[in-house]
């Protein structure tokens, strides 16, 4: 590394320094001056800026690639700014590595983007503790960031440089950017705990405000500076007789009597000495001058400091001071008067006892006063700590009767025993000092052991001639923990619950969420607070449908409903919502409570349930029409093309018999077709190769779709065998390009080709099982598949073709053919670009070479005896007159009892049976045994236009099972008698 390199470094590193500051003036300090959105992107072009700068000064190592500290920049934006930032950031920083140009432009793009994800992944994994996070996880990240930076770096620089920018960049990058990226991120989380620790602050100021706002005492909150009075509580305001906003325009100066400098002295001592009490006159708005005791000192409230102020009024209590002490003097003046003087004497005395009698009955008032008052438990005590005085509220609070209670220790009655030293030094101290103890929060001790949490005020009463007074006043606050507690509890269970919950005011703005509703929809409490629910709406419903869940909200009814709605990142779900009135104890409404239940699976389940049923239904109609229905057309079929061998080819009508023929094929096609579909198909799979199956195809493909057309084949060289019926596979290859060729206005391209695929374990999914496949893709050049359209694709009957020219049965009988076969299909569509079906069917397990299909056998003749057995008349009289033509001699029955009783008869052998599966009283596969019992070298073909269980397992034919479709052409039916009849002992079942 050259000193230019260094100097580089440390620049960029001058310039991180300044993204510390960024954190802390946007974030930490000012975060309440903008909105969450516009602060993010201000942030975001901040970040850029200052990273622009860093790529400004770089360390060129040779021409066009150069280095910077942008990645540490980008990995600690991404863990502590989140994405919008961030986002910004690495947009501008890859727009000006592309202008800077070079060799190492793509892989400076994706460093920047790479350094950004790191962070932001990491920030989703440990957001909750980024305040916290320590040195080491800090210098994993930056060590993860430049794995990544390293990594791409040796993939994408040019190969001539890679040795050159390995050699000299991997070891000061590994070394230095991870610490680089740990110190940083040490500043962002100290700045973010700080940020934390005032929010504690803010929350405590809001406890102080109800408390403030609640308390029946008057208080007042003074700016000590300035007099100005901040705020006085409502007892304040009904105490003075002014309103709470005159107050607030008022200053101490103008209730005050007092000096105004004697007034500021008092804040100002208050203020820096803590609290402060004193006697002073108050003036009322209608002008009467009251004694007041003012206990004040400071209090921390949105970051600034002012002074509280409790104030008793003592008026009347100085008011029988003065008189006793009045009395008192003019009873020492008569003592010093003449024997004229006694009598009068003796009437300020009987006055006096009056007087103190008064005092007495006062003081006996205050006592029973304070005795019954239950939510103060008040005791007095002397200097020394002995309880003299012990109310109702005291007995009721510790559990100690007045008579347990007087006489003994404070100290050791009430307090713990890790407080006792504390409480009896600050006794003493009050008593030296004359002021009061600091009212404060403690936990004491019940008689029966147990904690009482109380808040607490001690004050001393100086008696004249005597020792002080002491009283402690202590206010309960067991049940407002307990109350706490159960709030605490309540707000967890919310917090937790399964189900979101959304709290509204009255005008339907969001005012709670709880954790379930930002993980269902995306938004978070900051995020939703202020918006109406409408956030969510997917258009789903209408404003009509609006109106009416508003009308039940404003009549105060519970709404109950089910609808569709938008995640924020524009996904759609279910809910299933219940929304209730909340109501205050006078019954007015004051917000609305919505439980909302995800039900989106559901949803879904049922879909596929209909699917499913659906399916069904198919299934059971073309099971239910195709034995008969098939039946019928081998008659026509047979019929016709036994008619048309017999008719000059010139002749009109054999060009009419050559209709009905292929009117039949079709209709024989368009049965199969809902056989395949309904996966009720007979098959009779085998070994195949697909390259050779889709080659044997490409003409009849060439005319499905067209000269206007190109068709193109790309085949897989070293392909593996499937196992599959080869007539499928040609369903499957017809339908997909019949598709293609409809989706292509003018001229295109359809592409067909094969691949093998491998799905390993960890790829697996329930529809995409793990395995080696075998692909059959087939492309065009078309308009796409709309989105409505790729929901119903593979449904029956659904078709977006012209009337006339569809059926809605070519995908479904695809997607049959497909489960059938153990195999699944993907699909990938865009709009006017094309789209792509792959077909991926099962390796074939093993592969038997003589099992391997060839599709190249004519039908000879043949001299063997065959007894055919078919219910179906017309179906017996066609394979009897096809055998015959063929030189067969030809056994046959309607009837099932009465071929057992022919087989049994026959003198010689029967070479083969040919049976139907579906006959009376008894099913083919019955009747077969039967047969070779009496002639055990008979071969048997099994026929049927639909699937028996009797010989498939669930439509597939096993091997050695030998069967013929329905309807079938009489050289089809003569190719497989002649088939089963030429093969080895050892393969007939």
């Known amino acids: 590394m050259t000193d230019s390199a260094y ?153 001539p440089d890679t040795i050159n920018v390995a050699t000299v960049i991997v070891l000061p990058v590994m070394l230095i950017y991870p610490v680089a990226t740990m110190v940083l991120g040490k500043v962002m989380a100290t700045g973010l705990q700080r940020q934390n620790q005032g929010s504690l602050l803010i929350e405590s100021e809001e406890r102080y405000r109800t408390l403030f706002e609640n308390n029946h005492t008057i208080m007042l909150l003074v700016e000590p500076d300035s007099a100005n009075i901040f705020d006085a509580n409502p007892c304040a305001a009904a105490y003075y007789g002014w309103s709470r906003d005159q107050m607030r325009s008022m200053t101490m100066h103008d ?37 007041v005791e003012v206990f004040t000192g400071p209090i921390q409230l949105d970051g600034k400091k002012y002074l509280y102020s409790i104030i008793h009024d003592i008026t009347e209590r100085l008011a029988s001071e003065a008189e006793l002490v009045a009395n008192r003097d003019r009873m020492e003046e008569l003592l010093v008067e003449t024997e004229s003087a006694r009598a009068a004497l003796a009437r300020a005395l009987e006055e006096e006892k009056r007087t103190l009698e008064a005092l007495r009955n006062s003081e006996l008032r205050f006592s029973i006063l304070i005795g019954h008052i239950e939510s103060v438990a008040v005791q007095g005590y002397a200097p020394d700590g002995k309880i003299r005085y012990w109310n109702n509220a005291s007995e009721k609070l510790y559990g100690y009767t007045r008579e347990e209670a007087i006489g003994r220790d404070i100290v050791e009655l009430i307090c713990r025993d890790d407080y006792k030293a504390h409480a009896r030094k600050a006794i003493t101290k009050m008593v030296q000092t004359n002021k009061p103890m600091k009212s404060e929060e403690l936990v004491l001790k019940h008689k029966d052991g147990s904690d009482v949490h109380v ?96 009308e039940a909200h404003k009549d105060g009814k519970v709404w109950r409903g089910e609808f569709e709605n938008r995640r924020k990142d524009g996904t759609l779900f279910w809910e299933r919502v219940t929304i209730s009135p909340m109501r205050d104890e006078g019954g007015t409404i004051t917000g609305f409570l919505s439980v909302k ?8 389940m049922e879909d596929a349930l209909r699917q499913s049923q659906k399916m069904q239904a198919v299934g059971r109609l073309a099971g239910g029409v195709a034995h008969d229905f098939n039946n019928m057309l081998g008659v026509i079929l047979g019929y016709t093309e036994l008619a048309r ?20 094929l079709r209709s024989a096609d368009l049965t199969r077709q809902l056989l395949a579909f309904a996966r009720k198909q007979t098959i009779q799979p085998r070994t195949v190769d697909i390259n050779e199956c889709v080659t044997n195809t490409l003409k009849m493909i060439g005319r499905l779709i067209g000269e206007h057309i190109e068709l193109k084949w790309i085949p897989c060289n070293d392909a593996w065998y499937i196992r599959i019926d080869p007539t499928q596979l040609d369903q499957v290859l017809a339908n997909l390009s019949v598709n293609a060729r409809d989706a292509i206005e003018g001229s295109g391209t359809v592409t067909i080709k094969t691949w093998n695929h491998r799905i390993e374990p960890e790829e697996e ?110 179906i017996l009289a066609l394979a009897e007159a096809i055998l015959k033509k063929y030189g067969y001699k030809v056994i046959t029955t309607h009837d099932p009892g009465t071929a057992i009783e022919l087989a049994t008869n026959h003198q010689g052998d029967i070479n083969l049976l040919i049976t139907d599966v579906i006959l009376p009283n008894i099913n083919g596969r019955e009747l077969a045994q039967q047969i070779r019992e009496l002639h055990p070298e008979a071969r048997v073909i099994f026929m049927s236009g639909y699937t028996a269980d009797v010989i498939s397992d669930r439509g597939v034919i096993p091997k050695g099972v030998h069967f013929l479709p329905k309807p079938f052409r009489s050289t089809v039916f003569a190719a497989k008698v002649r088939e089963v009849l030429d093969l080895p002992p050892q393969e007939v079942d």
């Not at 808040?455 to 307990?482: N, Q, R, W």
């Not at 239940?597 to 879904?604: G, M, V």
């Not at 989105?787 to 049959?816: N, Q, R, S």
């Open 455 to 550: 808040f607490t005020s001690h004050t001393i009463v100086p008696v004249t001639g005597s020792e002080p007074e002491l009283f402690a006043m202590d206010v309960d606050l067991s049940e407002l923990k307990l109350a706490t507690r159960e709030i605490n509890k309540l707000t967890q269970a919310i917090e937790q619950s399964p189900i979101s919950i959304v709290i509204t005011n009255t005008a339907g703005e969001i005012q709670y969420v709880n954790n379930q509703f930002t993980e269902t929809t995306g938004y978070t409490l900051e995020e939703a607070r202020g918006k109406s629910q409408r956030i969510l709406d997917s258009g789903s419903l209408s404003d009509r449908d609006h109106e009416k869940i508003w």
């Open 255 to 291: 209730i005050s009597t007092l000096d105004n400098d004697l007034v500021k002295e008092r804040l100002k001592d208050a203020k820096t000495t803590g609290t402060h009490r004193y006697h002073s006159k108050h003036r009322l708005a209608d002008g009467i001058i009251r004694e």
């Open 597 to 604: 239940e995800n039900i989106t699976e559901q949803k879904t």
């Open 645 to 664: 061998e017999q008719i000059d080819p010139s002749t009109p009508l054999h060009k009419q018999l050559l209709e009905i023929q292929r009117a039949a």
């Open 7 to 159: 100097l580089a470094l440390v620049h960029n590193a001058a310039l991180l320094i300044a993204l510390a500051y960024v954190h802390e003036l946007f974030v930490t300090r000012h975060s309440r001056l903008l909105e969450d959105i516009p602060r993010k992107i201000l942030t975001g072009l901040i970040l850029g800026t200052i990273g622009l700068s860093i790529m400004m000064t770089p360390w060129v190592l040779t021409e066009g690639i150069v280095f910077d500290t942008r990645s540490v920049l980008l990995g600690v934006s991404g863990l502590f700014f989140g994405a919008i930032p961030t986002g910004i950031a690495m947009f501008m920083l890859s727009a000006f590595r592309i202008y800077q140009g070079g060799d190492g432009a793509l892989p400076g793009v994706c460093v920047i983007l790479a350094s950004g994800l790191v962070g932001f992944v990491w920030r989703l994994k440990r957001r909750d503790v980024l305040p916290t996070m320590s040195w080491w996880e800090l210098y994993l990240v930056g060590l993860a960031v430049h794995i990544a930076m390293v990594t791409i770096l040796w993939l994408t620089v040019p190969w």
């Open 765 to 874: 999914t329930e529809e995409r099982p793990a395995g080696d496949y075998v692909a059959l893709s087939v492309i065009d050049t078309g308009s796409g598949i709309t989105p409505d359209a790729m929901e119903h694709l593979f449904e029956p009957f659904y078709t977006t073709k012209d009337i006339g020219k569809g059926t809605g049965l070519g995908l479904p009988t695809v997607y049959g053919i497909i489960k059938q076969n153990g195999g699944f299909v993907e699909v990938e569509t865009e709009k006017n670009r094309g789209t792509a079906f792959h077909v991926h069917f099962p390796r074939a397990e093993t592969v038997d070479e003589e099992e391997v299909y060839q599709s190249n056998s004519l039908p000879p003749k043949g001299s063997e005896t065959i007894m055919v057995v078919e219910d179906e008349r017309p």
